[in-house]
């Protein structure tokens, strides 16, 4: 199987030759030498610990930094995101944020592409203030890193590793009528995060051993360092199941003094290995800021979410509580509505048989298509029924709609002035696209283009 491809992305000048010389070392065999192409990129066979990728190098140099989004380089950019399976953003952690890196980071969201933010030249203590600052750039973690020193490549291979994986499972394009996703041998992603106490490794334990149960001894359970399998013996069908070891992460927690700190970093680690994340809450106290901290990230990194409610056996008034729960989770959450919530008890084992199939189901819906022509004809509907508004007197218009990816559901829309759409047009989309195709909770990515 051919390679993955990394593009390293940034503007000029934070690191990105550095850090592509010391992924690629001296492997650099696969110079772009097509007579007539210019060396705009350069590719090379890079190595990070066990992974083997390519890593695209994207232009940067030679060309004024107000004019590095023009012309030739910008299509260049693009087209590296656009054929890569991740990509690295890289900032200088300590130059800060710039109006020139939110424009790159733009051009990566547009194209819905998973991507690991490195706040560079952060060694020392130099750069931490960068690092902690483009979080608000919206795409994870940022990770502290100095290309120059080495700083953060674990951290790095870490983040990297979940994603390649995914993308060498993933069906690239919707024009590929294999649909993969459901192939009964590949395993379903899921991890349990939560804060600490609310219940992760009991649950992880109680479901572990109640599939041993149910699968029988010779279905075996495989424990690495990172995941635990199994075969989740569905109504309709069986689940090969990876489930990533949160009980793993805890040992690690515990000779970790900044507790509070890892705790997210493990979180996200966590959500980006799984397909599904299942968000453990405890019905003591369920949405507490770092609950909905996770959740959001979970969205945000375009996983799908599952909420476990656990403890129930502590609580009194059960059908009460449940009620308040839900609609807690509808007002907090509106990003996510109609997330499945199950409410279980993994000390005694009650409602866990119900986990499964909330996490199957939102699975299926995170692996939704829609085709184009029903998307059209939705659109034109709604666009219709509720026209979007005109800007200094001349009306945007939305021409045409297509999914591009599923994983989650990504679309693009062809419209005017896509800069000016307000926010609640777009909400009013999105939430269109849920209603019209029935595919609640997850996260649903609407991208705008404009017009060629
Ligand atoms: P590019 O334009 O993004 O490819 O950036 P380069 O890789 O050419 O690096 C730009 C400058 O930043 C060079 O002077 C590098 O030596 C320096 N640089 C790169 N990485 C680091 C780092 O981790 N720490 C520090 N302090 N400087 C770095
Ligand atoms: P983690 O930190 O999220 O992995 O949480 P643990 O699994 O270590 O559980 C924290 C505490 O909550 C332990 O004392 C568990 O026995 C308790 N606990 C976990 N699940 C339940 C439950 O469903 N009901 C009750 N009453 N206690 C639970």
Not at 39 to 63: I, N, Q
Not at 130 to 143: F, K, T
Not at 189 to 202: D, F
Not at 413 to 418: E, F, L
Request: a neutral charge.
């Amino acid at each position: 199987m051919a390679l993955s491809k990394v593009a390293i992305v940034g503007r000029p000048n934070v690191g990105k030759s550095t850090l592509f010389n010391r992924l690629v070392g001296r492997r650099l065999a696969l110079v772009d030498d097509e007579p007539g192409v210019t060396r705009d990129r350069r590719e090379g066979e890079a190595r990070l610990g066990d992974l083997r990728f390519v890593a695209v190098d994207t232009p940067g140099l030679e060309e004024a930094p107000e004019k590095a989004l023009e012309g030739r380089m910008r299509r260049q950019t693009e087209k590296a995101i656009a054929e890569s399976a991740v990509c690295l953003f890289v900032i200088d952690a300590r130059a800060g944020l710039t109006p020139l890196d939110e424009t790159f980071a733009d051009l990566i969201r547009r194209q819905g592409k998973p991507a690991i933010v490195l706040a560079n030249k952060a060694e020392g203590t130099a750069g931490e203030a960068g690092a902690v600052e483009a979080w608000s750039l919206g795409m994870g973690e940022p990770i502290a890193f100095s290309a120059e020193h080495g700083r953060g490549m674990d951290e790095l291979y870490a983040a990297l590793e979940p994603l390649l994986a995914a993308a060498e499972g993933d069906d690239e394009t919707l024009a590929d009528e294999e649909e993969g996703w459901d192939d009964p041998l590949k395993p379903l992603r899921i991890a349990v995060v939560g804060r600490p106490n609310a219940g992760k490794s009991t649950l992880v334990n109680r479901v572990l051993g109640e599939e041993r149960v149910l699968a029988g001894p010779e279905a075996g359970i495989t424990r690495d360092a990172v995941s635990v399998e199994w075969t989740w013996r569905g109504p309709d069908r069986d689940w090969p199941v990876k489930l990533y070891d949160t009980a793993g992460l805890r040992r690690k927690a515990k000779v970790v003094s900044k507790l509070e700190k890892l705790s997210v970093a493990d979180a996200l680690r966590a959500i980006r290995f799984a397909e599904v994340v299942a968000l453990l809450l405890d019905a003591g106290q369920p949405f507490e800021k770092q609950d909905l901290q996770i959740a959001d990230l979970v969205l945000r990194e375009g996983r799908a979410l599952v909420i476990a409610v656990n403890k129930w056996d502590l609580v009194e008034d059960k059908d009460a509580r449940a009620r308040d729960i839900r609609a807690e989770a509808e007002r907090l959450l509106p990003q996510a509505p109609g997330v499945p919530i199950v409410f279980l008890s993994a000390l005694t084992g009650r409602n866990i048989d119900r986990l499964m199939p909330a996490v199957v189901k939102v699975y299926v819906d995170w692996n939704a298509r829609v085709k184009t022509p029903d998307l059209n004809e939705w659109l034109r509907a709604a666009t219709e029924r509720h026209p979007p508004p005109a800007v200094s007197g001349r009306r945007i218009r939305i021409k045409y709609i297509a999914q591009v990816k599923t994983r989650p559901p990504t679309f693009v829309a062809h419209c005017t002035r896509a800069d000016e759409l307000p926010a609640s047009y777009r909400r009013y989309l999105v939430n269109g696209i849920r209603e019209a195709f029935d595919i609640p909770a997850v996260p649903i990515r609407l991208m705008l283009k404009k017009p060629e």
